[in-house]
C-alpha cells in the first residue's frame, strides 16, 4: 500500500555522543526527487562508520539531526521524475538493494569506473540520511535488484561489506590462488566476507578472531587455519603457520591494537591493505622495515559500483554468503549497536523495519 502520511518512524541523533543519543523519533518522510526513488526500508544492517559517525569525527561533518545506515533491503515505494521521462526499469512494489556508495556519474574517475575515488563520493548513512528509518530517498542509479534467494536482512547484510572486501582481495592486493593471505577479524563484516572470496580465489586463508568460541565459525566460513589475535603473537603465529616466510596478503581494519603483529606477518615485497580502525588508527610505521622488505600499504575505502555488481552475481550463484548474526527491531537500534560494540557476533547485525520478510 503506498503511504498516506507525511511523516515517517526514523531513529535519530540529534547531539554527538553515546548510545542513548539514538532516539526513535517522527520525521518528514523524504522528498523523491529529480532521478531519485523512494525505497521503502524493510532491513538495514549496521556497520561501525554508524558508531564512529554518531559518536562524532573531523572526516564526517554531518548536519545534526541524522539518520544512520549504510546497508539497506526494500521495496522501491515512488519512481522521481527524470527530467520528464518516467523509468520503465524501476516500479514500485519491486524488491531492491541499494549501492552505498553515492558519486556524480560526470567526473573522470566516475567516467573511468572508479567511483569510490569521486571528489564527491559519499556513504549512503553517513553524509546523508540513511536507512534507520521506514523510507529513504536515493538516485535511482543506487538502486540495485535483490539477489532472489535472499531475504531482505540478508539482502541488508552484504552491500557494504563485501564491496569492500572485493576492492581488498582482488582490486587492490590482485590475491592469486597460489598466495596465502592472512585476513584481521574473520567474524566481521569485511572478515567474513574476505575470507570467502580468497577462498573462492583459491588462496590458502589465515584468519584471525578475537575469541576462541569464534575459531569453528571462521573454519566453516573458508580459514585453513585461525589465530587468537587477543591471544596469540599473530606476527610470530603466522610465520609458524607459513615455514617463517611470512603471507603474501594483509586484509586489515582494526588498527592500533594489531597493527605491528600485523607488519610482522607480512612476506618481503608484499601487500597489507587497510580499510578501517576499529581499535584506533594512530599506528607505528618503521620506514627502514617498510624499504628493506620492499612492503606497500594500500589504503581501501568502499568500493565501485560495478565491483558491487559482480558481488551480486557472486551472491545469487551461492559462490557466497552474506552471514547475518543477529536481528534487531528498529526501535532498539541503541542495543544493536551496543551489541555490535560488544564485539560478540560473528557477522552482520540487522535492524528490521516492519518486522515482515519476504
Ligand atoms: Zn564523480
Known amino acids: ?5 507525511t ?11 553515546g548510545v542513548d543519543q539514538l532516539r526513535v523519533d517522527r520525521v518528514p518522510i523524504p522528498e523523491v526527487g529529480r532521478g531519485e526513488v523512494l525505497v521503502r526500508v524493510k532491513a538495514c544492517a549496521l556497520n561501525h562508520l554508524d558508531l564512529w559517525i554518531r559518536h562524532g569525527i573531523p572526516a564526517y561533518r ?28 524501476w516500479a ?7 549501492s552505498p556508495g553515492l558519486s556524480c556519474w560526470s567526473c573522470p574517475w566516475c567516467l573511468a569506473g572508479k567511483d569510490n575515488l569521486c571528489p564527491s563520493f559519499k556513504i549512503l548513512g553517513a553524509q546523508v540520511h540513511g536507512g534507520y528509518a521506514e523510507f529513504v530517498s536515493v538516485p535511482r542509479i543506487n538502486v540495485l535488484p535483490i539477489p532472489p534467494a535472499l531475504t531482505f536482512e540478508q539482502a541488508a547484510a552484504f552491500p557494504l561489506v563485501s564491496v569492500t572486501a572485493w576492492h581488498m582481495v582482488r582490486t587492490l592486493a590482485n590475491l592469486q590462488p597460489t598466495e596465502t593471505v592472512l585476513v ?28 576462541e568460541e569464534k575459531i569453528a565459525r571462521a573454519k566453516e566460513l573458508g580459514a585453513n587455519e585461525v589465530i587468537n589475535h587477543q591471544t596469540d603473537d599473530v606476527g610470530r603465529k603466522t610465520r609458524d603457520l607459513t615455514s617463517g616466510r611470512g603471507v603474501d596478503v594483509v586484509i586489515e581494519h582494526i588498527g592500533q591494537r594489531v597493527w605491528d603483529g600485523c607488519f610482522k606477518a607480512l612476506a618481503k615485497g ?17 620506514a627502514r622495515s617498510l624499504f628493506s622488505r620492499q612492503l606497500t600499504v594500500m589504503g581501501s575505502y568502499m568500493g565501485t559500483r560495478t565491483e558491487l555488481l559482480q558481488v551480486c552475481t557472486m551472491i545469487e550463484r551461492g559462490t557466497i554468503h552474506p552471514i547475518v548474526d543477529r536481528v534487531f527491531p528498529l526501535e532498539e537500534a541503541r542495543a544493536a ?14 535492524l528490521t523495519v516492519d518486522g515482515k520478510d519476504r
Do not use: W
Open 1 to 5: 500500500m503506498p503511504h498516506t502520511t
Open 7 to 17: 511523516v515517517m518512524k526514523a531513529v535519530t541523533f540529534h547531539h554527538h555522543g
Open 62 to 89: 554531518i548536519a545534526l539531526p541524522h539518520i544512520s545506515g549504510c546497508d539497506i533491503a526494500g521495496v522501491i515505494e515512488q519512481v522521481g521524475d527524470d527530467e520528464g521521462r518516467s523509468s520503465d526499469e
Open 92 to 98: 514500485p512494489g519491486q524488491a531492491v538493494i541499494i
Open 184 to 211: 584481521m577479524g574473520a567474524g566481521s563484516g569485511v572478515g567474513s566476507m574476505a575470507i570467502q572470496l580468497a577462498n573462492m580465489i583459491g588462496a590458502r586463508v589465515l584468519g584471525t578472531v578475537g575469541t
Open 270 to 286: 608484499v601487500h597489507l591493505v587497510t580499510c578501517g580502525a576499529t581499535t584506533g588508527g594512530e599506528i607505528t610505521l618503521d
Open 337 to 350: 549497536q551496543d551489541y555490535l560494540l560488544s564485539r560478540k557476533a560473528f557477522g552482520k547485525v540487522v
